[in-house]
Each structure stands twice: as structure tokens, then as C-alpha cells.
């Protein structure tokens, strides 16, 4: 595994590699990497000849008083599970590699960059389709590999790719869990004890809500009240949204079919927590 800091030196390895005829996979990650970052390096593994992953916690998508200063890091671990995971490339570049100078540009995603994460957190999609804009001109064409976890910064990152017809095709990749539901997050590390376990009541929530659309309950309201309720109930959960939209455009549905997400955002203690289903 070739471990670089430069984008020039990422760029090379690259060019190189689709100069042989050979398919490249990017990863774009903030590190602090678990398994459900290791499912994504396992698919572009599977599809691609060669991968690079990213590791860069971006200033850009956290606002003041948000955890950039607090994010946890620990690239010793990151790097055994990059070459674990057969990475052929694994770009840790400096903020100033990144920005040499404060960055002028911002890439916006209108309309579904609005709600749900975006009314939470006003600037948090423009930090991200920034990098990920960036990551994507530094990778050139390749497929890049995102989670579902982040259901709406998929939907936003597929929007923006083809929108300014980035020769980057999109990949969703299913959300990886722990044993009890909760879905893997960096975050996670900041849950202990009662919030660790109360933080299961994100994944219960969107089961039960899902559950009943599967049973035939096609009123949205209905679906989104089961959410909210079973959040309400947990005393160490506040709850910031509980949404029934349309998977693609993240607009409010009235009613529910195969194409509806459901999508939930709660304060667990000290650590913000999403999670998402389909129906
Ligand atoms: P992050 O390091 O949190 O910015 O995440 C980097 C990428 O990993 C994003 O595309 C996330 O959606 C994805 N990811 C994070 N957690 C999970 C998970 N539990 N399952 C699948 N993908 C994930």
C-alpha cells in the first residue's frame, strides 16, 4: 500500500493505474476507520483494480462549535485496516495540502441539501461537496464508494457527480451495524455506558416504523409518529428529526411505498447520531 500525503503524488498513482487499462475505486473517509468503512473498500475491491481511500477530517463541513478539534483520529489502526483491506493507495493529506489558502469556491447542492441534516446544519452538504468535488478532481474517473449511513449525502454526492458530470460514477453501500442495531459511526466512541445503550433506540425506531409499512400502513404521518414516539420514549434521546421522504429528492411523502425512506437524527448524550432505512 502506497501511503502518500501530496495530491500530486495520489494523482500519479492514479494515472498510472488507468494508463494500464485498470479500473479505480475511491473511498473517501474522515478515518477513525471501523468496519462499516472497511464494507466500502471491500466493494471497490470487487469492482475495481485499484483503490484509494482517503483519510481527511474536513474543516469546511463543521461548523463552529461542532467536534472538528475533538474528532477522533488514530492512524496507526487506520492504516493496518486500509492495507487489511487491500487499498492500493491511502491519501492522509494536511489541511494545508488541501487548502493552501482559504478556499474561495464552494459547490452547493440545491433543494435536497435543504432539509433534515441541512436545516440542522446550515453549511455542513456545501463543506462536503466541496471536498468530495475536490476528492473527485483529484481522483479523476473512478467509481467512488459512499455509504448508505449518510443516506442524504448520498443522494446530494450522486446529485452533484452527475449534475457537473464528474466521470465518477456513485456507489451506495449498505449500512453496516453493531450486533444491536446501531449503526457503526466514528461517533459511536463518544457513547458510553447508559448512552451507549440508549443509542439503540435510533435503528428500534426506524425497525418499528419500517415494520409497519411492510404490514401495509401507508400513511406517512402514521409511520412518522411510530418513529418519534419510540424516540420519545427513551429519556437519554433527544430527538431532532423524524422524516418520511422521498428516497431520492428527500421531500416529504404523504404516503408510503417502495420508494419511500425513513430517516431519523437524535442527541444521545454527547454524540449526534443518524440513521436511515428503506421501507
Ligand atoms: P465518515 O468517515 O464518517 O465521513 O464516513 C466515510 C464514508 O463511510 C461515508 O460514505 C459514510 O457514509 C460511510 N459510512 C460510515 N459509517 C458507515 C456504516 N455504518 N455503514 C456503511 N457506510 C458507512
Redesign the pocket.
Known amino acids: 500500500m502506497n501511503i502518500v500525503s501530496t495530491i500530486a503524488e495520489a494523482r500519479a498513482h492514479l494515472d498510472a493505474a488507468r494508463a494500464n487499462g485498470q479500473q479505480v475505486g475511491l ?11 472497511v ?2 473498500m471491500t466493494a471497490a475491491g470487487a469492482d475495481c483494480d485499484v483503490v484509494m481511500t482517503t ?1 481527511f477530517v ?1 474543516p469546511l463541513q463543521f461548523a463552529a462549535g461542532e467536534d472538528l478539534s475533538d474528532y477522533p483520529r488514530d492512524l496507526e489502526s487506520d492504516t493496518q485496516r486500509c492495507a487489511a483491506a487491500g487499498v492500493s493507495v491511502l491519501l492522509v493529506p494536511p489541511v494545508e495540502e488541501m487548502y493552501p489558502e482559504p478556499i474561495l469556491t464552494v459547490v452547493q447542492v440545491d433543494e435536497v441539501s435543504k432539509a433534515l441534516e441541512g436545516a440542522s446544519r446550515p453549511t455542513h452538504f456545501a463543506g462536503v461537496c466541496t471536498v468530495v468535488a475536490k476528492l473527485f478532481n483529484i481522483a479523476g474517473p473512478c467509481r467512488a ?6 443516506w442524504q ?2 443522494q446530494i ?1 450522486s446529485r452533484m457527480a452527475s449534475d457537473l458530470s464528474f466521470p465518477v460514477e456513485v456507489v451506495g ?5 453493531e450486533p444491536d442495531g446501531l ?5 459511536n466512541v463518544y457513547l458510553e455506558g447508559p448512552h451507549r445503550d440508549a443509542a439503540t433506540v435510533l435503528s428500534r425506531a426506524l425497525g418499528l416504523g419500517a415494520e409497519a409499512a411492510r404490514s401495509g400502513e401507508t400513511d406517512a404521518e402514521v409511520v412518522r409518529a411510530i418513529i418519534e414516539a419510540e424516540v420519545g420514549a427513551e429519556p437519554l434521546a433527544e430527538l431532532d428529526y423524524a422524516a418520511v421522504v422521498d428516497a431520492r429528492t428527500l421531500a416529504p411523502v404523504a404516503s408510503v411505498d417502495a420508494n419511500t425512506r425513513l430517516l431519523v437524527a437524535a442527541q444521545v448524550g454527547p454524540a449526534r447520531l443518524i440513521d436511515n432505512v428503506g421501507v
Open positions: 473511498v473517501p473517509t474522515m478515518g477513525f476507520l471501523h468496519d462499516g468503512h464494507s466500502l483519510i474536513n464508494y459512499f455509504g448508505e449511513k449518510d449525502q448520498l454526492v453501500c449498505p449500512i453496516v451495524r449503526a457503526m459511526s466514528s461517533r
